[in-house]
């Protein structure tokens, strides 16, 4: 029974090719590439720096269905790293007297994405995956669930601490948001092309842009909580707000010469301990903006290099004895 069904799935197949029908295939891959994050610390007015600052890895696998000679779906897991930061953002000297640069967050979150998406092929493949054109374009479109976990690092442990059981934000407490959600839908859009190796491999080269729905992929969305909230948890209370760091914590650097000129150019103070003087301005006072807008989601996205496998299209089956 195996042997008739793999000769009949191999003869409807010579058949199709014939007769100049589109011959169903698959394909695996593997890829590799950066990740990029945009929110509350890498803001869109700013695309070069926000794209190029802090731009991380990504690695993922795919499995992919081409039905027709244009239209495909793939399933994909994709493994990244997005981070951001306040100081390496702002501290050249056009933005190192801003309100960002004073609030010296920063964050990386390890993000575990699956992926179903739709894909359409700009230029068509002929009747099999071996008579494939050498070059082709494509667009794909889908849906995602991501799990994430944004950590921030301890200067005096030297670990990488999960923000979100901290309530930084006093999420959880009365009068505040409930703590938000590890695993989030996004939406993935993009764009691709591919190059013909030979005819089992190609490369493919894409950039897949992210919608999601969340403000959390940084830890940071609403306003500075009060710290009475974190009195019996100093953890929770020095995440919260680290606009009075005297260091940058990822870089180690001082910040004292700087917080000298934000204080000149935003309140007209003059002072030789900025650290001590910010709190007094109301800045990060509890109910002010910890994040930049209250409306605008975190987005991130993939760029990466594809190589892919044209899997059998047939059963082989073993020869009897």
Same mark, same amino acid.
């Given at each position: 029974?195996? #042997?008739? !069904?793999?000769?009949? /799935?191999?003869?409807?197949? &010579? %058949?199709?090719?014939?007769?100049? +029908?589109?011959?169903?295939? =698959?394909?695996?891959?593997?890829?590799?590439?950066?990740?990029?994050?945009?929110?509350?610390?890498?803001?869109?007015?700013?695309?070069?720096?926000?794209?190029?600052?802090?731009?991380?890895?990504?690695?993922?696998?795919?499995?992919?269905?081409?039905?027709?000679?244009?239209?495909?779906?793939?399933?994909?897991?994709?493994?990244?790293?997005?981070?951001?930061?306040?100081?390496?953002?702002?501290?050249?000297?056009?933005?190192?007297?801003?309100?960002?640069?004073?609030?010296? #967050?920063? !964050?990386?979150?390890? /993000?575990?994405?699956?992926? &179903? %998406?739709?894909?359409?092929?700009? +230029?068509?493949?002929?009747? =099999?995956?071996?008579?494939?054109?050498?070059?082709?374009?494509?667009?794909?479109?889908?849906?995602?669930?991501?799990?994430?976990?944004?950590?921030?690092?301890?200067?005096?442990?030297?670990?990488?601490?999960?923000?979100?059981?901290?309530?930084?934000?006093?999420?959880?407490?009365?009068?505040?948001?409930?703590?938000?959600?590890?695993?989030?839908?996004?939406?993935?859009?993009?764009?691709?092309?591919?190059?013909?190796?030979?005819?089992?491999?190609?490369?493919?080269?894409?950039?897949? !842009?992210?919608?999601?729905?969340?403000?959390?992929?940084?830890?940071?969305?609403?306003?500075?909580?009060?710290?009475?909230?974190?009195?019996?948890?100093?953890?929770?209370?020095?995440?919260?707000?680290?606009?009075?760091?005297?260091?940058?914590?990822?870089?180690?650097?001082?910040?004292?010469?700087?917080?000298?000129?934000?204080?000149?150019?935003?309140?007209?103070?003059?002072?030789?301990?900025?650290?001590?003087?910010?709190?007094?301005?109301?800045?990060?006072?509890?109910?002010?903006?910890?994040?930049?807008?209250?409306?605008?989601?975190?987005?991130?996205?993939?760029?990466?290099?594809?190589?892919?496998?044209?899997?059998?299209?047939?059963?082989?089956?073993?020869?009897?004895?």
């Amino acid at each position: 029974m195996i #042997l008739t !069904f793999g000769l009949l /799935l191999t003869n409807r197949n &010579v %058949q199709a090719q014939s007769r100049g +029908i589109f011959v169903p295939y =698959s394909t695996a891959g593997i890829g590799i590439g950066t990740s990029n994050y945009y929110g509350d610390m890498a803001p869109y007015r700013r695309p070069l720096s926000s794209t190029f600052k802090m731009m991380r890895w990504s690695i993922g696998g795919n499995y992919t269905r081409h039905f027709t000679p244009r239209i495909a779906a793939r399933a994909s897991f994709t493994y990244a790293r997005i981070a951001g930061d306040d100081y390496i953002m702002n501290r050249d000297s056009k933005h190192d007297a801003s309100i960002f640069y004073a609030r010296n #967050l920063h !964050f990386r979150n390890d /993000l575990k994405e699956f992926s &179903v %998406q739709g894909i359409y092929k700009l +230029i068509p493949d002929n009747r =099999s995956y071996d008579r494939r054109p050498q070059f082709g374009a494509y667009l794909f479109a889908g849906i995602a669930l991501t799990a994430h976990n944004p950590k921030a690092l301890d200067t005096l442990k030297g670990d990488w601490v999960k923000l979100q059981p901290l309530g930084t934000e006093g999420q959880g407490n009365e009068g505040y948001a409930k703590p938000y959600s590890l695993v989030q839908f996004a939406i993935p859009v993009g764009i691709g092309v591919r190059y013909k190796i030979n005819s089992r491999f190609d490369i493919s080269a894409e950039f897949g !842009f992210r919608k999601t729905f969340t403000d959390y992929l940084d830890d940071t969305h609403g306003n500075y909580a009060d710290p009475a909230l974190f009195a019996d948890n100093p953890l929770a209370l020095k995440f919260s707000n680290r606009s009075t760091d005297p260091v940058a914590v990822r870089k180690g650097a001082d910040r004292t010469e700087s917080l000298k000129k934000f204080l000149r150019a935003n309140y007209n103070i003059d002072s030789n301990d900025p650290l001590a003087t910010l709190p007094t301005t109301g800045f990060a006072a509890p109910g002010s903006f910890r994040g930049n807008s209250p409306t605008q989601k975190d987005n991130y996205l993939f760029c990466m290099i594809h190589l892919n496998y044209m899997l059998p299209a047939q059963i082989k089956c073993p020869p009897l004895k």
